[in-house]
């Protein structure tokens, strides 16, 4: 195996699937790169067993081969290169990376004891906005559970076609719920999968990397009976589909609601994160008052170890007084995900889920379970 490329080619299929790349102390080889030189091109391939990322690589081959070395080493040595030209080649079980005046030996293991990744034939096709599936799966994800004993609500559900031409995403770890629609240029047959948390988090890595790559803006979604493809630009990633039902989480959604109130999405955050300095560990509680002839919502906190606040964030707010008790990292997460100036909440009363979204967008909606008192 014998092939020269750029650094910053290398440094960029390297960056693609690293984020697969971990320590394994059953199987030490999933911590290593696969780099398989064809005549035609090369491929980095990193797997965990459950998701497998396949970089190709822009290079120049002049001895086909295969082997693997460790993923943080090789990625670690070549960001640290100076000179942009860097040629690889496999001697006895060391992989030499030659740039500039520096020569360096990387030992590593036979391809032959890697795992097969698997190659997935036929299935059901969806095109979608690379930036919009991007950031539609940063807004939901982070609501996914993080504990495994429900598999279901420790992945993200991907529901397509529910409704036409749209695919929506869901996650929720049962005290709050993300929601986000976003509109498929392809595909119109129905399907509802879950994907592993793990899996959309390295989605996002993928799609932020690879925006900007080349000229794609597309991406597109191959779905089997229990795997997902992601093809888009250089990279593909495939990935296992979590088995089971995902709830039918629309039941909890309010429909009708007393209090609506419109507030700075920025002022409302620091609000909340003021208070939140005085909630009680675990518990995270901060009070929401809303009187329609105030013209601002109160917020306050109280903790025996560190004190009490109060403040006001002013709000445009319609429907009857309310309060509602809320775990403050919840709000700031869904905050977090609007990107627009105001947002609403919307209240039942007390003792029913809220719903936090952007004003003017109207495909997000994140909802949240109050805390009892």
């Known amino acids: ?25 059953n199987l030490p080889i999933l911590g290593n790169v696969l780099i398989r030189a064809s005549e035609q091109k090369v491929e980095l391939v990193a797997t965990n067993l459950e998701l497998a990322t396949v970089a190709t690589l822009r290079a120049k081959v002049e001895t086909p081969g295969n082997f693997t070395v460790p993923a943080r080493t090789l990625t670690d040595f070549v960001n640290l290169l100076s000179d942009e030209k860097v040629e690889l080649s ?7 990376v030659v740039s ?20 997935v034939g036929e299935g059901k096709g969806y095109l979608l906005d690379l930036e919009l599936l991007k950031k539609g799966l940063g807004q939901v994800f982070q609501a996914a559970s993080k504990n495994e004993i429900r598999a279901e609500l420790a992945g993200v559900l991907f529901n397509f076609n529910d409704e036409s031409g749209v695919l929506t995403m869901a996650a929720t770890d049962s ?20 994907i592993p948390a793990r899996t959309a988090s390295e989605i996002g890595h993928v799609l932020s990397l690879s925006k900007g790559l080349d000229n794609e803006k597309n991406v597109r979604l191959l779905v089997t009976e229990n795997q997902i493809v992601l ?30 109130a419109e507030f700075s999405t920025n002022q409302i955050t620091k609000e909340i994160k003021a208070a ?23 917020i306050s906190s109280v903790s025996t170890q560190t004190g009490e606040h109060k403040s006001e964030a002013s709000a445009e707010i319609k429907g ?3 309060n509602i008790l809320l775990n403050h990292r919840y709000v700031l997460d869904g905050l977090a995900n609007i990107d627009e100036e105001t947002s609403v909440l919307k ?15 109207k495909n997000f909606v994140y909802i949240v379970m109050p805390i009892r008192q």
Do not use: H
């Not at 293991?109 to 795992?115: L, R, W």
């Open 276 to 298: 939140s300095l005085f909630t009680t560990v675990g518990v995270n509680a901060v009070n929401f008052e809303f009187d329609p002839t105030a013209g601002a919502v109160l």
């Open 175 to 194: 005290y709050r719920l993300a929601e986000k629609k976003v509109k498929l240029i392809q595909g119109d047959e129905k399907t509802r999968i879950i």
């Open 1 to 25: 195996m014998k092939f020269l490329c750029t650094k910053e080619n290398l440094s960029k299929a390297l960056a693609l699937v690293i984020g697969v790349a971990g320590k394994n102390t």
């Open 90 to 96: 496999l001697k006895d079980n060391e992989v030499e």
């Open 347 to 361: 209240v039942v009363n007390a003792e029913s889920p809220c719903i936090l979204a952007p004003k003017e967008d």
């Open 231 to 260: 093809r888009c630009n250089e990279v593909e990633l495939v990935s296992r589909l979590v088995d089971g039902q995902y709830p039918d989480y629309t039941q909890i959604i309010p429909k009708e609601f007393r209090t609506t």
């Open 100 to 119: 500039g005046k520096s020569s360096t030996k990387i030992k590593g293991t036979s391809a032959d004891e890697f795992p097969v990744v698997p190659v």
């Open 320 to 322: 009857e007084k309310n």
